[in-house]
């Protein structure tokens, strides 16, 4: 009897072998084949994927619905409006950040958000496009340096233009062949080879999160060649990267993003470090990937389960956001208790800008007052450090969320720094008989003016004035 099945297995197995036409070592190269989309390698138009998946690309229309909400939302408006952060025009003065700092929009925006920004100048370069467009993968594999370095204007843009680009869309995060995940921003290969992690071979859930990882992160354009490098060899931490660039980064020749105009400090500006403060916060190390909370599981049409290509926020899907790992919560409760999180960070967050501004000025006093190099020089990096520590937790999408100690944390040693800069121009200022509640006085009616102005591309120019004049950058 046992004979009997064996035999009868083999022989049925070798006409499987034999109808397929191909040898056992083909066999999963065949199972590939047949699941193949039938799409080309190279196709990066996020409309070639409609009919194929139909669920999957309706809800990826989704994130283009714009709705407000209490600390983020997808609405074209400015991160300048007083419900928001109004004294960005002068926290970023003298870089672009006070022209113009608009709230993240949906995916589906990328490219015509970059088009539109103020912040895209003649000067911009293709690291620019690197998150936004479909065809950065192949731009890169087929120029190389050059694209990095590009002209935005006259070289990158068109160029993505000509070869029928989507904004971030299916072939970025997946293989237009086979549909499995992939990672394609070489940036994000390096930087976590730069901390020893085998990418070699992710689990599934690994990848649920890095092809988020890929943009959604910190980085800096490399001074040699504009190329779009993460601060990540120190670890993912606030200080991790505040080491590097302290470090690593000097030492390749990256000093700063600009030079502030009002306090003279080389300054470093945050980007979006959603996946670091992630992998670093409650969630990340118990393993719950990006896309479990933003593109959970749901029922399309009733019936068939799939991924929801509506990335968003998960207090918008708590049922199969939050749900799914919280059945025993009131989700109520769940939501009031993420609101408190994020109430209080925001809290904490305006407290921590408001001494970085202070630090700004008292060091803009130093300098028009003649105050000695070294004390103006430490006292800068005090507020270099103090903003970095605050703007990495404004920079990123979940208001305190994603990492609620980490992120009270960098808050405190935000405030702790900029505070030193001020007890240094305190200690400086009484020394050269500046009094100091004038000054505070000065500051006060600067940031009401910035405040007050209704024009938001006027706004930086309240900044300084005859008080606090603008401390400009040496010349090379």
């Known amino acids: 009897m046992v004979r009997t099945y064996q035999w009868s297995f083999f022989f049925l197995v070798a006409v499987i072998l034999i109808l397929s036409g191909c040898s056992g070592a083909d066999i999963t190269k065949n199972a590939a084949s047949v699941a193949s989309t039938g799409l080309s390698k190279d196709e990066i138009r996020s409309e070639a994927f409609k009919d194929l998946f139909p669920l999957q690309y309706d809800s990826y229309q989704k994130t283009m619905e714009e709705e407000d909400t209490k600390y983020g939302g997808s609405i074209n408006r400015s991160k300048y409006d007083a419900d928001k952060e109004p004294y960005l025009p002068i926290l970023f003065n003298g870089y672009g950040f006070a022209t113009q ?7 589906m925006y990328a490219n015509e958000d970059i088009r539109e920004t103020a912040r895209i100048t003649d000067k911009s370069i293709g690291s620019c496009l690197t998150c936004k467009s479909t065809a950065v993968p192949q731009m890169i594999e087929e120029m190389g340096d050059e694209y990095w370095s590009g002209s935005f204007n006259d070289v990158i843009w068109p160029k993505a233009e000509a070869m029928g680009h989507s904004p971030i869309g299916c072939s970025d995060c997946h293989d237009p062949e086979t549909m499995d995940l992939r990672i394609t921003r070489p940036s994000f290969i390096k930087a976590m080879e730069s901390q020893g992690i085998d990418l070699s071979n992710p689990t599934k859930n690994d990848m649920r999160s890095y092809v988020c990882g890929q943009c959604h992160v910190e980085y800096y354009f490399a001074p040699e060649n ?3 490098t993460f601060p990540w060899a120190n670890g993912f931490k606030p200080e991790d990267m505040y080491e590097y660039y302290e470090t690593t980064a000097k030492e390749r020749g990256f000093e700063k993003d600009w030079i502030h105009n009002v306090s003279g ?26 896309a479990d909370c933003h593109m959970p599981y749901e029922r399309a049409d009733g019936k068939k389960k799939i991924t929801s290509h509506w990335i968003k926020s998960p207090l918008k899907s708590m049922e199969q956001s939050c749900a799914t790992c919280h059945s025993n919560r009131d989700l109520d409760a769940l939501k009031e208790r993420v609101m408190q999180i994020q109430d209080t960070h925001i809290a904490a967050l305006h407290k921590a800008e408001d001494i970085s501004i202070t630090s700004h000025y ?13 004390k103006i020089k430490k006292a800068q990096e005090h507020v270099r450090k103090g903003q970095w520590h605050w703007d990495i937790i404004a920079a990123e999408n979940g208001a305190g969320f994603h990492n609620p100690q980490g992120a009270m944390d960098s808050l405190r040693t935000s405030i702790e ?4 800069a001020i007890q240094i121009g305190i200690e400086e ?13 000065e500051i006060e009616k ?10 938001n591309f006027k706004k930086k120019e309240h900044a300084i004035n005859s008080y606090f004049p603008a401390i400009q950058p040496p010349s090379k």
């Open 362 to 374: 008292y060091v803009n006093k130093m300098i028009s007052s003649g105050v000695s190099e070294d």
């Open 265 to 290: 400090t080389p300054m470093l500006k945050v980007q979006h470090p959603e996946f670091e403060t992630h992998i670093e916060g409650p969630h990340g190390k118990a393993d719950v990937s990006c």
């Open 101 to 107: 700092y608009t709230e993240d929009r949906g995916h």
């Open 417 to 420: 720094e900029s505070n030193k």
């Open 429 to 441: 200022l009484v020394k050269k008989g500046v009094n100091l509640e004038e000054l505070n006085k």
């Open 226 to 228: 504009g190329e779009v």
């Open 446 to 455: 600067a940031k009401k003016a910035v405040f007050e102005e209704k024009d």
